[in-house]
């Protein structure tokens, strides 16, 4: 039997400039989080275009600090989409908070605006919108929705560096947001994510609650410039990047634009391959939006198929192509 060349689900795109950065630190003597990630800190935020940035080890643990910085609680209810991974629904449920789900748009698989606004109580405090597969949800409506009832937007950008809604940058729409740099991201650290904001007293509760709740990091304190110390002023987590990570995700921000641009051109050839298989949906982007192309969802048509979901995609598997939902 011939063997099957096999197309990944999602590869990495590592080149010799990330590989040098990575090495630059190891013989550094300094791995931890230290100038590195204070660097893809600053970097990152004044590339989105906000106030704050705080990196840390996976877009999970940015939406979790995201949702304690707000003062997400026992009792509170976060409003949530059907269509996401876990994490988005879990971190309500690490605060004894509520998830409430909320059906999704058929055509972007967007959080649905008014399925929002039917599920809104007084108890409601967040709204969570996920940009799936990297296409921008409809922020300027979920705004018009929260803003005047005092809930916080808070967006799961996971898929959606780089990605814009009316010309405007993923990162700026909501009150906050998390980012993921998982080895399957558009910018990775191998496991890694960051929460940006123009808040600055929720972006120093996350910088605190990131590292046991200790008032100094690591580099503040054993640095010429720093002092040994320091308070435990909450009982916080172990949310910290390393600067092994954060190295590898400054190179890769740079090249963020020239990737999109690829995956962009890519997603283009797949939609005119399958624009005339009426078994096939392929996705559609708003025109007021640029989708960061993190996943290219292809909705099959059952009606006219021979065989379910599972079974396409295991046959996509055994011709190589690897696929997932």
């Not at 011939?2 to 080149?15: E, L, M, N």
């Not at 409003?79 to 058929?106: C, K, M, N, Q």
């Not at 998390?178 to 399957?184: K, M, N, Q, R």
Request: include cysteine.
């Amino acid at each position: 039997m011939a063997t099957v060349s096999k197309i990944p689900f999602a590869r990495p795109d590592i080149g010799d400039r990330e590989i040098a950065a990575v090495t630059k630190v190891l013989r550094s003597g300094w791995l931890t989080t230290g100038p590195e990630a204070k660097a893809f800190e600053r970097e990152l935020a004044a590339y989105v275009g906000v106030a704050r940035a705080v990196a840390v080890n996976s877009g999970t643990a940015a939406l979790h600090l995201a949702l304690e910085a707000i003062g997400v609680t026992t009792d509170d209810e976060v409003i949530v989409p059907t269509w996401t991974f876990t994490a988005s629904a879990e971190v309500a449920r690490y605060l004894g908070a509520r998830p409430v789900f909320v059906d999704v748009h058929r055509g972007d698989l967007n959080i649905e605006a008014a399925a929002v606004e039917r599920a809104i109580t007084k108890r409601t405090k967040a709204i969570v919108g996920v940009d799936i597969g990297g296409q921008p949800c409809d922020w300027h409506r979920l705004r018009e929705l929260a803003r005047p009832r005092g809930i916080v937007l808070v967006d799961d950008a996971a898929h959606a560096l780089p990605a814009s809604l009316h010309g405007r940058r993923i990162g700026t729409w909501a009150d906050i947001t998390a980012f993921s740099f998982y080895a399957t991201k558009t910018l990775t650290t191998g496991e890694g994510g960051m929460l940006v904001t123009d808040n600055g007293k929720w972006a120093d509760r996350a910088e605190v609650m990131a590292l046991h709740g200790i008032s100094r990091d690591a580099w503040k304190r054993y640095t010429a410039e720093g002092t040994w110390r320091y308070e435990v002023i909450a009982p916080g987590f172990k949310y910290n990047l390393t600067d092994i990570a954060a190295a590898l995700g400054r190179v890769q921000l740079s090249r963020v634009e020239e990737m999109a641009e690829r995956r962009t051109a890519i997603a283009a050839r797949y939609s005119a391959a399958f624009a005339e298989i009426p078994e096939l949906e392929p996705p559609v982007v708003a025109a007021d939006r640029v989708s960061a192309w993190q996943l290219y969802v292809l909705r099959l048509n059952l009606d006219r198929l021979a065989k379910g979901r599972d079974a396409f995609i295991t046959e996509l598997g055994d011709r190589g192509v690897s696929a997932s939902v």
